[in-house]
């Protein structure tokens, strides 16, 4: 039950540090360039405005994929 309880508080702390990024991040902060990438999709039409970040997202998962397969390293 104890490792069960570690990873739980890892994963709170993960989700409170993601959580503090975006708000103080903001539009103008350290993720101003989300959404903005060449290759992400932006329509704005009458009453209707679509983002669809194609291209952050690739490379948020590609950050993210990079971070676990170093934490997997580092266990061993």
Known sequence: MS??????FVTGLLF????GVLFLGGKTGILGWF???PGDI?????GVEVYI???SMLVVS???SLVLQL???MRK
Request: some cysteine; proline content about 4%; aromatic content about 14%.
């Open 3 to 8: 490792e069960i309880g570690k990873w739980l």
């Open 16 to 19: 409170c540090l993601v959580g």
């Open 35 to 37: 959404g903005k990438l």
């Open 42 to 46: 932006h329509y704005q039409g009458k």
């Open 53 to 55: 970040p194609w291209v």
């Open 62 to 64: 590609l950050l993210f």
């Open 71 to 73: 934490i997997a390293l």
